[in-house]
């Protein structure tokens, strides 16, 4: 190579990498930005969500149990100490701080088994070859093996269920912080946060057989990590949502069908309203995030006007749907990180009247997987989905789908614009800061 050959390549090897420093300079500064709280120095447990961050800014915001006084701070590291502290008399603002793994189920799903239940009796009678593939077990008595298996479920639904009431924060405390086998219920309240905290989804210990579930019939199972049913004004940050020790691969099949034994890891559901999840990481699951939960009339009438959330800087990894699948609802998505795996279906379903906003996103798919995938339309509503990126290109991903399923083509459009939005970074710099900044450990 001649001098001035060599010259010129150092100078734009020089060039390149001033580029890409200040390229990592410029995504750090925007991590500490962009992260809820960060320009907070105080008691993490006492943060409040910031102005415009999402739809839980709407109004008077979201604060939690900020103003709580002294009495009403509490530090729990187990179960019975998680749901008493819950369960305190009064309605004041309170703070729950989690230390170390709070376990639902610590002595396993036997001390839930009713009397004389039989895993190995129930497979017997319902197996189709003994009971046939047209009639489903609701008519069951209770001392069959499926009245059995009914009464285990109702003591596991009492047991590993946690109702959180209004103005109340819980925290994890440090990196460690983990709820397992619980499904938190934020039930018709208002002004819930939840932060830094593992959710190990709750293993359904009775899922029950339906031969009437589609052609092969299925295992149909209960119990969402977290459940926003008919509230307002909710934040979850910073936390990550993972099957954990209990991974679908892991379970058996009977009857031909997986033996499915997890629900959802986030819903969203019953007129709920002002949700904001940002932060957080979602994980090997299957059926992760669903907001509203029925096409039918009655639901409508509760959801219309209502289920308005916004999803930023989460991590959605190594799932295989509902990231999330929207009915109804207003719901931003921007500035996400999708990380999928060989058994991904999709991330975004559009379903009954949704009005779905997924801007400024970034893809990041395995080889032989197409970006028609992104998107999953089960009803004719119109989205907006502009300056998404998939494995590191710009992609149309309404115009993706459209081209692989002109049968069922998206509209593009979703009638609205959200202005309740933190910065918001572009596509490219998604990835770095998402993974380097979101789930439970990572709160600063």
């Not at 893809?363 to 089960?378: D, E, H, M, N, Y």
Request: a negative charge.
């Amino acid at each position: 190579m001649s001098t001035q050959r060599w010259h010129g390549h150092a100078m734009k090897s020089a060039a390149a990498l001033v580029g890409c420093t200040a390229l990592v300079l410029s995504l750090t500064a925007a991590t500490a930005e962009a992260r809820p709280g960060h320009h907070h120095p105080r008691d993490t447990a006492r943060q409040t969500l910031p102005a415009n961050d999402g739809w839980a800014a709407q109004g008077a915001g979201t604060t939690g149990g900020a103003a709580a006084d002294a009495e009403h701070v509490y530090t729990v590291s187990t179960w019975a100490e998680f749901r008493a502290a819950l369960a305190a008399d009064g309605t004041a603002p309170r703070i729950i701080k989690v230390k170390g793994t709070v376990d639902a189920v610590s002595e396993g799903c036997e001390a839930f088994a009713a009397p004389g239940y039989d895993f190995d009796a129930y497979l017997e009678k319902y197996a189709p070859e003994n009971w046939g593939m047209d009639t489903d077990l609701s008519a069951e008595p209770d001392d069959s093996p499926e009245g059995l298996r009914r009464t285990s479920a109702a003591q596991q639904d009492r047991s590993i269920k946690a109702n959180v009431p209004s103005h109340t924060t819980i925290i994890g405390v440090g990196r460690g912080a983990a709820l397992k086998g619980a499904s938190l219920q934020i039930k018709d309240v208002d002004n819930v946060i939840v932060r830094n905290l593992t959710f190990e989804s709750p293993v359904d210990c009775f899922p029950q057989w339906d031969p009437t579930d589609g052609d092969r019939g299925n295992w149909n199972s209960e119990y969402d990590s977290a459940v926003v049913y008919g509230s307002t004004h909710v934040w979850l940050d910073h936390s990550t949502f993972t099957d954990g020790e209990h991974p679908d691969s892991a379970a058996p099949t009977y009857f031909g069908m997986l033996y499915q034994q997890h629900d959802g890891q986030l819903d969203i559901v019953k007129g709920a309203d002002y949700v904001t999840a940002s932060w957080n990481v979602f994980t090997e699951h299957d059926k992760t995030i669903l907001i509203g939960n029925s096409d039918s009339e009655s639901t409508a009438a509760v959801d219309r006007g209502h289920l308005r959330a916004t999803f930023h800087h989460n991590l959605f990894k190594n799932l295989v749907e509902r990231a999330p699948r929207v009915r109804f609802g207003q719901v931003d998505v921007y500035n996400n990180h999708f990380v999928g795996s060989d058994d991904y279906a999709y991330s975004f379903g559009v379903g009954k009247e949704s009005a779905l906003v997924a801007e400024h996103n970034a893809f990041t798919l395995p080889a032989g997987v197409s970006p028609a995938k992104v998107l999953k339309r089960w009803n004719d509503s119109p989205l907006s989905a502009a300056h998404n990126r998939v494995n590191g290109r710009t992609v149309d991903l309404i115009a993706a789908h459209n081209a692989a399923n002109p049968d069922a083509a998206l509209r593009s459009g979703a009638g609205w614009t959200p202005t309740l939005r933190t910065k918001v970074l572009p596509s490219r710099a998604v990835p770095f800061v998402v993974d380097h900044g979101a789930g439970a450990g990572r709160l600063r």
